[in-house]
């Protein structure tokens, strides 16, 4: 077995340490949590830089899988279980060789953490290269598996529609330049409604992100957008699930 198919089997080999952030997705219908999103932080809280400027080719492998048990692990131990909330997770798909075995550790960490995999999501971002041949096959075994797979970033990468047309995500998160100022921007307005149309007809849920005002939060909700997520609900807490008294509107 290649050297970087063992630190991806294993999670090894990385010469540093890291922790998580978590983040709220709101559902607008009734107001529950919809999921946190684990963002990657220093063990003192530095931001992201900090720990992905430590990663090279030589450690993809690892890093990818120490992220997704971290993830799980930090989020069992914080009571995610009982919050009733899923586990949103970012994943490098450059980083996985064969689905099946890159797997093998997410699944046992999720049962150990006693996380199900259907409150699992994982999220890759569209400015990734990626061929989506081989990107369907990975999620054609996650959504096997109970996961679900969404598309981060939505609307500011390299493929925009045709890759949402060549494969099958179970969520698109629209990017924060689409959601900035919408309020007042005609032609994102006009841009986000449609792509929310769009998605219902594919029977795909969107996550409208970079919520940041009052007046954004009821644009969107006038537009049909269901889930949210932005620091006008709650900033990222490290090693912390906020609790619903804790995001704004909510409490």
């Known amino acids: 077995m290649p050297e970087t198919c063992i630190g991806c089997r294993d999670g090894e080999a990385l010469a540093f340490d890291f ?4 983040q709220p997705i709101i559902d607008l219908r009734d107001g529950a949590i919809f999921a946190y999103e684990a963002l990657v932080r220093g063990t003192a809280g530095e931001g992201a ?7 090279t080719q030589n450690n993809l492998y690892a890093f990818d899988q120490r992220c997704r ?4 692990e930090l989020a069992g131990k914080l009571g995610l279980v009982e919050t009733g909330a899923r586990l949103s997770i970012n994943f ?9 075995a890159c797997i093998r550790l997410t699944l046992s960490a999720s049962r150990r953490c006693g996380i199900p995999a259907d409150r699992l999501i994982f999220e890759f971002t569209e400015t990734e290269q990626i061929d989506a041949e081989r990107l369907n ?3 054609r075994v996650y959504e096997e598996l109970g996961f679900k797979a969404a598309i981060d970033d939505f609307g500011t990468g390299h493929s925009g529609l045709s890759m949402l047309a060549d494969i099958a995500p179970s969520i698109i998160k629209l990017d924060m330049a689409l959601v900035r100022d919408i309020d007042s921007h005609s032609a994102r307005r006009t841009i986000v409604r449609h ?8 029977s795909v849920e969107v996550v409208c992100e970079g919520v940041e005002s009052a007046a954004e939060l009821d644009t969107l909700a006038e537009l049909g957008a269901r889930l949210v997520q932005g620091y006008h609900f709650c ?17």
């Open 19 to 22: 922790s998580m952030a978590f």
């Open 49 to 55: 830089a900090s720990v992905l400027s430590k990663v």
């Open 69 to 72: 048990v971290k993830a799980i």
């Open 92 to 100: 490098m798909p450059r980083a996985i060789y064969e689905p099946r």
């Open 137 to 139: 096959t990975i999620l």
């Open 195 to 202: 792509m929310l149309a769009m998605a219902r007809d594919m």
């Open 235 to 251: 900033r990222p807490l490290f090693e912390r699930l906020a609790a619903p008294e804790e995001i704004n509107g909510l409490g």
